[in-house]
């Protein structure tokens, strides 16, 4: 009876704190849609997908590959960013959420992923600036902004838009939440996370705003270049 009413509640607090401004969802959603409106039924790559792709289900209408590094369920191949068996030109939109730490080499996959779009695909990514070290399976890198740019304009991507995910105030929360015991987590982040998340939006605009000098990430937005493709979207 314990363990089920555990599971029930930890199902509740995860989707949760999936719906904080600070999430990769929240901005996969909006980066997703965003496409959309040009595109809604492209092949879509999912890269380092992970097992949970409940989100996606509302967003994108169109085929969509699950792509991971470690086998598990829910996935529709296992392969190497670095390395991707797909032809070139093949996909609409590559979806890339807190991805891009986890491989040795973070400009070869973007430069794979640019190889794998068709001309005027888009690229949606979120990468972060600050995080604990956690590895699945190894956890390499931390980007800036203009580490991203760099990274995009040698893969031949052109940025669309670029936004931190979060400010300094979520820096600290994080910065303290990731830190704890399991249980004490779960109860920090139950009692403080939409106080934390609100202030940083109200005082910061979510690092977003001018004279904040710091972000817990970034959410990207690019498109492959093409000799017709020069302004925003």
């Known amino acids: 009876m314990l363990n089920c009413l555990k599971k029930a509640y930890l199902r509740c607090h995860h989707k949760w704190v999936r ?3 600070d999430h990769p969802i ?14 809604q039924d492209g092949f879509l790559l999912d890269l380092g997908s992970g097992f ?19 086998p598990g369920p829910g996935l ?3 392969a190497d960013g670095h390395q991707l068996p797909l032809r070139d030109g093949t996909t609409f939109l590559v979806l890339m959420m807190e991805t891009l730490e986890h491989v040795p080499a973070p400009g070869r996959v973007l430069q794979e992923c640019s190889r794998v779009l068709r001309g005027g695909g888009y690229i949606c990514l ?6 604990i070290t956690h590895n699945h399976p190894a956890d390499y890198f931390r980007f800036t902004q203009e580490g991203l740019r760099l990274l995009c304009q040698a893969a031949g991507l052109h940025i669309l838009d670029i936004r931190a995910t979060g400010g300094p ?7 303290i939440e990731r830190n704890l ?5 779960l109860i920090f982040v139950a009692f403080t996370h939409r106080l934390f998340d609100l202030l ?5 605009g979510h690092g977003n705003r001018d004279g904040v000098r710091d972000a817990l990430g970034w959410a990207v937005l690019a498109i492959k270049k093409e000799a017709t493709c020069e302004g925003p979207l």
Request: hydrophobic share 40%.
């Open 200 to 204: 940083d939006g109200w005082f910061c």
């Open 19 to 21: 719906q904080g401004s």
């Open 126 to 131: 979120t990468a972060p600036q600050y995080s």
């Open 52 to 70: 949970e792709t409940f989100f996606l289900n509302d967003h994108w209408k169109g085929k969509r590959i699950a792509v991971d590094l470690v």
């Open 181 to 185: 015991p399991p249980k004490t987590r």
């Open 26 to 39: 929240q901005h996969a959603q909006r980066m997703l849609a965003e496409v959309g409106r040009h595109e």
């Open 76 to 78: 529709d191949l296992v």
């Open 169 to 175: 105030l979520l820096v600290v929360f994080h910065a």
